[in-house]
């Protein structure tokens, strides 16, 4: 298998078949049918301290979800270029690791070594699988 993204003098390069890219089509979808995947993609930033939470809730909360938003239509708007500039890729990166969030959730994995443990038969377990090593390489690119 060829590396999915490479460092180009235009930015980072696509190399994903029209069915690889197929399934990255279906990720929005996933991230918003998943929800806040058992509280995983819920942001809290003042666990201990239910007022500040409040407030930090009140004044960013839907900043993020905005953002996480336009991070999905830049992914679905631009599944198709040949070349993504660094914003992009990254808002691709996050849209990834969102579905990834969302199928640990479903799949029941809450710690490391899951891999040894997960029934890789089941669909859930080859697409994480997957999107794992497109995020990886996402990350390679960026770095």
Known sequence: MSAPFKRSRKGIAVNLTHAERALLATLPELVVEGGDAGGRLAYQAHTADAPTEEAYQT?????????????RKTLASTLEEAVLDENTALAWMRVVGDARIVLAHRLGIDRDGWEETIDRSSSDAVLISYLG?????LVSVLD
């Not at 090593?133 to 390489?137: A, H, M």
């Open 59 to 71: 004044l960013v909360g839907d900043s993020l979800d905005t953002a996480r938003a336009d991070d």
């Open 133 to 137: 090593f497109i995020q990886d390489s």
